[in-house]
Nanobody, 117 residues
Framework: VQLVESGGGLVQPGGSLRLSCEAT????????MSWYRQAPGKERELVAT????????DYADSVKGRFTISRDNAKNTVYLQMNNLKPDDTAVYYC???????????WGQGTQVTVSS
């Protein structure tokens, strides 16, 4: 099982980034996918979640209207489009795959997002 994030980097306030997370080793389409983030000295927090067929998405209040989660089950990939980035969005962003019926919960290694002028 592997989740590989990409797309992080340094961006100025107001800028955009698109994170990707490619999954291998499990049946991606059966898993709820989420993005979490962890800033220095803070606990990991849930940013966005998308259900198996994209019928439902959910967002943290702090990113609503700015971030969009999406998935492509044919490519085994989940995305996080981040617009109007703020310095408070600076964190390591992690991809998560969860399937409660079999108690499965997988994490990627994280990708750094830094928002700074």
């Amino acid at each position: 099982v592997q989740l590989v994030e990409s797309g992080g980097g340094l961006v100025q306030p107001g800028g955009s980034l698109r994170l990707s997370c490619e999954a291998t080793g499990f049946t991606f389409s059966r898993y709820v996918m989420s993005w979490y983030r962890q800033a220095p000295g803070k606990e990991r927090e849930l940013v966005a979640t998308i259900t198996t067929t994209s019928e439902t998405t959910d967002y943290a209040d702090s990113v609503k209207g700015r971030f969009t989660i999406s998935r492509d089950n044919a490519k085994n990939t989940v995305y996080l489009q981040m617009n109007n980035l703020k310095p408070d969005d600076t964190a390591v962003y992690y991809c998560n795959a969860r399937r409660r019926v079999i108690n499965a919960n997988y994490w990627g290694q994280g990708t750094q997002v830094t928002v700074s002028s």
